[in-house]
């Protein structure tokens, strides 16, 4: 199945190849080949819209997902016919997170493939409100990270350190 990725911002240059082959080796170690993702590249303007839209919240953010299916944390979703083979789409706040970055003195690249690791462990039922989902979603992305980082000798560490 698919990764299917559009960048609708002009703000932040992004390397299309490179992060959509990390989210098919992220999805391989969820063991969510099968299923297809909507990967979006926003800007601030979209992500505030959204966040504000779905999350009451209207400002800018670095990851917002939003799953095809309602699954509990670690299940897959259960198709009943070819059109359900899709996990959902996830929003990166590319602008967002490359302002974070130039902050913090973190790679961009890294940090956007960390990013969506984060969202699709989302899209797979996986929260942090409280502190226990935070450890199961925690140990979830640490996981799918290190399986990635021994494929592509990167040293990636999940989004959700120190949430907790």
Partial sequence: MSVALRNVQRAVPVRRASLRRAVCALRAALGASRFDVGLVC????LMQ?????????????????FPLHQVAAGELPRPRCRDEYNLGDIFLGVEYIHQQCRETGEDFDDILTVTAA?????LLGYRHDTKPKWEQMYQKEAQI???LNRLAGSRL??????LF
Avoid: F, K, M
């Fill in 157 to 162: 560490r999940p989004l959700t350190t120190g």
């Fill in 118 to 122: 984060h969202g699709l462990c989302h």
């Fill in 42 to 45: 926003a800007g601030n303007a």
């Fill in 145 to 147: 990270l290190e399986e």
């Fill in 49 to 65: 819209r959204l966040n504000g839209d779905y999350r009451h919240c209207p400002e800018p953010t670095d990851v917002l997902s």
